[in-house]
């Protein structure tokens, strides 16, 4: 261990932003290293006109609480951060139908099954199915099969598979359902629904990702006596006969007591490959496909507007299409296409052409911006799941963080600021708490 020297955390991504939050709390020297030229990893901020837009349109939950929490620390409100809505299922239907499920305020899983039950534009089989599936996904293990493989068995029609549990599975988990684990699909609901009060709220951005957290966690880090390099590449780890000296960047050695590598899946496994002795490592990391995710953004007329602001669609390629109004962008609206990995997901006059269907009212944009997010997220299958690495390594002082280890979530901002605390909180236990130069937890 390099006696005073600062813990480094590779990747300013989400998660590495976070390690750096609580490390700096305790009171740890600190050196944050990241390749490209901006805070905030895949979550990043572009211009669509005169308008800044996300990389890709995020929905945050209300059980999100180590996001919640973690913006708390930075001042944030949560108040000027997100717009909280109740959850509703509204949903149209290329066919004409249209369904709307509202969740009523009761326990778990009470409120899922009524919902259901008063669902409407639902014949009453598909709202009893629907509410018995739920009911069960919630209170038993559904095993180790595929969300797909649990609607077979629960007989769960057409309409209410392609209508809620299908997009509901890409949102949450950015997999098919016909691939993803019915295990995480349920801990997602869970978390939600069995979260307390608020925790199934859905949570809309009011600014861009890149002030929202990002910045602040810059102010904040920087305030706190934290290196933060931007433009350096590490190219390996400095460790040699069982002993971590640091890493290797382009521009030379940087010692650190601890090191966090808080870098995207195929990123890890790469950089500790670089290194004879951390190849093992590498190898340990389970492999897994990774699906993208396709954002279109559409300018309307600046009335143009839906209610509720966030709406489901069953006949397009996009799943969700989201009112950007409480970003203080009238007008401007978001398709999003989860698991957008084939070429039909990316045509975009495809996709106007259905949202002009689905949504007439809102006529025909003015202005249109695609964005393509490869490799969003690991694909959430019940392989992978199994096999995922935990913060610790079998590597002394050498840490994993990234929303791809074992958080116990799919790939979302929520398990990327979990992740980054968990390996925090590591290093911290390891090499010792200083409560003399322990930072404020709010300011």
């Not at 009911?135 to 797909?148: K, M, W």
């Amino acid at each position: 261990m390099s006696e005073g020297a600062p813990v480094v955390v590779v990747g300013a991504g989400w998660a590495g932003l976070a390690a750096c939050v609580e490390l700096v709390d305790a009171g740890f020297p600190v050196l944050l290293l990241e390749a490209t030229r901006r805070l905030g990893g895949r979550a990043r901020s572009i211009r669509f006109g005169e308008s800044i837009v996300d990389n890709g349109q995020h929905v945050l939950l209300g059980a999100y609480r180590s996001v919640l929490g973690l913006l708390a620390r930075l001042g944030v409100a949560e108040s000027d951060a997100f717009l909280r809505l109740p959850l509703v299922f509204r949903v149209r239907s290329a066919t004409g139908r249209e369904i709307c499920l509202r969740m009523p305020g009761l326990p778990p899983p009470f409120g899922l099954g009524l919902g259901m039950l008063a669902a409407s534009g639902l014949s009453v089989t598909e709202r009893v199915r629907g509410a018995m599936a739920g009911a069960r996904l919630l209170q038993r293990d559904p095993g180790t099969g595929t969300v797909a493989q649990f609607l077979d068995t629960t007989r769960q029609p057409t309409l209410i598979r392609q209508a809620i549990w299908e997009p509901l599975c890409l949102a949450a988990l950015n997999t098919p359902a016909r691939t993803a684990s019915a295990e995480v699909f349920r801990d997602v609901l869970r978390a939600a629904l069995f979260g307390g009060k608020g925790a199934s709220d859905l949570l809309l951005p009011k600014q861009p990702l890149e002030a929202l957290f990002p910045e602040p966690a810059k102010v904040y880090l920087k305030r706190f006596g934290a290196r933060v390099e931007l433009r350096t590449a590490v190219r390996g780890l400095d460790y040699d006969v069982g002993r971590l000296r640091g890493v290797l960047t382009a521009q030379g050695p940087a010692k650190a007591s601890h090191v966090i590598l808080a870098t995207q899946l195929g990123a890890a496994s790469r950089l500790l490959g670089q290194t004879p002795g951390t190849r093992a490592l590498a190898e340990s990391i389970p492999n897994s496909t990774e699906h993208d995710i396709t954002t279109v953004y559409l300018r309307y007329a600046p009335g143009a507007a839906i209610d509720p602001p966030m709406q489901g669609m069953v006949g397009s390629h996009a799943q969700w299409l989201i009112d950007r109004r409480s970003c203080g962008q009238p007008g401007i609206f978001a398709a999003v296409a989860s698991a957008s990995d084939t070429e039909e997901h990316w045509k975009t006059e495809e996709m106007t052409d259905a949202l002009s269907r689905l949504f007439p009212e809102l006529g025909a944009p003015v202005d249109v911006l695609r964005v393509r997010e490869r490799r969003a997220t690991f694909a959430a299958t019940a392989d992978f799941e199994a096999s995922r690495p935990g913060a610790r390594t079998a590597i002394p002082r050498l840490y994993l963080a990234g929303d791809w280890t074992d958080t116990g979530l799919p790939g979302t901002l929520e398990g990327a600021v979990r992740s980054g605390l968990s390996a925090a909180a590591q290093v911290i236990a390891e090499r010792g708490h200083s409560e003399q130069c322990a930072r404020p937890k709010f300011l």
